[in-house]
């Protein structure tokens, strides 16, 4: 078997050169880095010589440019796949990168993916740093590629900063631009990268500037700006607290867009007594879903209650008899308190939106979703509820409450019934609100999640009495003692 070493597309193009004019075989070679411990199963030979007679064999050039890419991969059998495929796309299979399902082709694809968004990555997570030495400006990076990308990567920085000298340096390579010419170096570890400079501060402040809450979603921010690049990235260090503060950035956004529109805050009395809050509910024109609807459906229940649930909106039942969870959905809810030992008379029920929102067809309502602004001008009646209560425990009923309460990226199928502090209560819990249940027309299902909900209800009970993380406890009269 031959062996041969590459360090770079050039350095495998000049070796699948020789390879091909000699008519090797894939199985007769074997290719690798020059830092890979040598193997025990091949004997090193001289590459062969060409054939005599041999013409050069053509091959497509999207295939040369995927090689180009493949080749920063770290992948150490890189080298050989390439060799395979160039070897099959000369001997008789000429369009097998057409063939998406060949185990070959599919792992090339994949290899110059990862090559491509690590190049992505580069460009958008590099961060300089300047300094100055000898009255001369300079700026300089550190940066940790997935893959060596550094050759094909930096070329868009001496397009992007022609007159900046800078330098980039990673574990494998280095980069250099003098205003003039690219050129490389070793790489280097962290600790040579520059201390944070003044420039940071001015950055940091105009991210928090541009930061748009409400299109964060936490899932796909670390999947696009994963967090082992967090440490040279400045901006990484206001995250938490940017997130912390999104919910109530999206109100004020939703606000200032919304302009001349009203709120409920814009109804809230000076008081805030149960009576007022609902004496001024009734009258709230906050947003557009009063206009169709029959009334304001407010929370019900004792002011003491040391536990709240919270759902969605009313419905259509709700909307007529203007109380929370009277209907179907409500009929599920009872059910479900009583499997659980939880007195409804002695826990305050309430929702996130006040009216009912619908669509008419026929002589049927049919309900639907508050979209982010309606739900976002109804809060501050939530708000107020929760505030004058202060449950020791508060359940969210479904989808719209846990992220309107939670956090906007809240999901339901990832932690349901699990304890979460938040702003408005240290024990929350999340379940499925009784809606949902009625809506799946399985019935293994429906039992499964009705099973699910009495036992959220039956862990929320269970919290009640337990002194909360924060050491708060409102309340001196046993649960049990309430009237």
Known sequence: MYLATAHDFEAWRNAARTL???????????????DDPPTLFANEEALPEAMPGVVAKRVPRDFVE????????????????????????????????????????????????AVRRDIHKMHAFVRFRRVETEGVEHFVAWHRPDHRIVRPATPFFARRFPNMRWTILTPDE????????????????????????????????????????????LKAMKKEMP????????????????????PERVAEMIARQEGSRRSARDYLPGEHDMPSLRAAAA???????????????FGEGPLDARMVLVGEQPGDEEDRQGRPFVGPAGHVLDAALEVAGVDRRRVYVTNVVKHFKYEPRGKRRIHQKPDAREQAACKPWLEAELNLI?????????????QALVGRDFRIGERRGEVIETDWCPQTIVTYHPSAILRVPNDEQRNSMRSALIADLSKALSLVDQPSKSGQNHYVQNYDEQS
Request: charged residues 25%.
């Open 20 to 34: 091909l004019a000699a008519d090797v075989p894939p199985d007769a070679i074997h290719l690798r880095d020059p």
């Open 66 to 113: 995927i090689a180009e890419k493949v080749a920063c991969h770290r992948d150490g059998e890189r080298w050989d796949m390439l060799y395979r495929i160039l070897w099959r796309l000369t001997h008789g299979e000429p369009h097998l990168l057409d063939v998406a399902s060949d185990d070959d082709v599919h792992r090339l694809l994949m290899m110059e993916k």
């Open 174 to 217: 280095s980069a250099n631009w003098d205003l003039s010419m690219l050129t490389f170096g070793p790489g280097v570890p962290a600790d040579q990268a520059p201390e944070a400079d003044q420039l940071e501060e001015l950055w940091k402040t105009y991210y928090a500037s541009i930061f748009n809450p409400a299109r964060i979603k």
């Open 227 to 246: 967090v082992r690049h967090w440490k040279t990235l400045p901006e990484a260090a206001l995250i938490p607290q940017l997130l912390m503060k999104a």
């Open 283 to 297: 009258s709230c024109q906050g947003c557009e879903i009063y206009c169709n609807a029959t009334q304001t459906v």
């Open 390 to 402: 202060q449950p020791r425990v508060l359940v969210c009923l479904g989808a719209t409450a846990a």
